[in-house]
């Protein structure tokens, strides 16, 4: 019985054998490219998080340097953080956020050279369509009306669709194009939640141009005159 059973393993074991001869280098290879993925994978997991806990204390510096107003500091702070942490969320919020003391500063091409990096290098869509909005105002406000129109061309998160359309109605209304502005307008609207505050203004925009909105009516021609002599 013994000896049976010694021929049954010395079987197995020469058939492990033949396995293992046959298919051993390519199960090693697969181990370790598994392995190494696996490896790689935490490693980069590893170089994120590190990245991301660096750029959040540099963010931290340039948010202590525009409460004090040190511009010199802000600049050297920025261009370091896109220089070391570009990819990085914490990189685009400062661009948001020193593009917005830049214009409060009346320092528009700075402003606009900030909001255009983040709109060209930003990962997340709802950043770059921040970006985007905020950029086309100021070119707007500059009269680059074509400009401002193209960082509004493209597709957009669906939750800036309302606020994208008002924009461009803005640009369309400055260039004397009213039929385009209250096309605009209305899609702006009807993308807005009800419950937004900031489609009333839209409202009183449509309500400019002899729309009312919450009857989807258009008023008569006369009533736009009209309210424009009052």
Known sequence: MAQHLDLEEQEQLDELKHFWKQYGNLITWVLIVVLGAFASWKGYQYWQHNQAAQASVMYDEIERAVQS???AKIDRTLADMKERFGSTAYAHQAGLL?????YDKGNMDAARASLGWVAENASDAGYQAIAKLRLAGILLEKKSYDEALQQLAGSFP????????????DILMAQGKKPEAKS?????????????DYRRLVAVKLNA????PTASQVKPETAEVAGATK
């Not at 020193?98 to 830049?102: E, G, N």
């Not at 141009?209 to 009312?212: A, E, H, K, M, S």
């Open 184 to 196: 605009e307008y209305e899609k702006a609207y009807k993308g807005l939640d009800e419950r937004v």
């Open 69 to 71: 107003g040190e511009v």
């Open 98 to 102: 020193v593009a917005k003391t830049y």
């Open 209 to 212: 141009l002899g729309v009312d």
């Open 158 to 169: 669906k939750d800036f669709a309302g606020l994208v359309a008002d924009r461009r109605g």
